[in-house]
């Protein structure tokens, strides 16, 4: 099970941090990540964090989001800087089976407006 938590409203150029409580899992995921969809839009590629601690970002957050994983709370986190009107959006997290980097559970997401 994924919970995320953390979304909200915020002016532009503020900050926030999403959270993602995983349990259930007996293994470590090859990778866990984030998404982010707005109505009648496909569902965007935000950042994933690597079982081995790498992590990529989509050009369009890169430099003003930070995904991170605090491995002792089994949770991970994604934290949003510089926030524009173009990051509204709901937001998912995601995680992989045991042996790829290929998102097969999400979450049900949590909604970031920005004004």
């Known amino acids: 099970q994924l919970v995320e938590s953390g979304g909200g409203s915020v002016q532009a150029g503020g900050s926030l941090r999403l959270s993602c409580a995983a349990s259930?899992?007996?293994?470590?995921?090859?990778?866990m990540g984030w998404s982010r969809q707005v109505p009648g839009n496909e569902r965007q590629w935000v950042a994933t964090m690597y079982r081995d601690g790498r992590t990529a970002y989509a050009d369009s957050v890169k430099g003003r989001f930070t995904v991170s994983k605090d491995h002792t709370k089994n949770t991970l986190y994604l934290q949003m800087n510089t926030l524009t009107a173009e990051d509204t959006a709901m937001y998912y997290c995601?995680?992989?089976?045991?042996?790829?980097?290929?998102?097969?559970?999400w979450g049900q997401g949590t909604q970031v407006t920005v004004s």
């Open positions: 995601a995680t992989a089976g045991r042996w790829a980097c290929a998102f097969n559970y």
């Open positions: 259930g899992y007996t293994y470590s995921p090859y990778c």
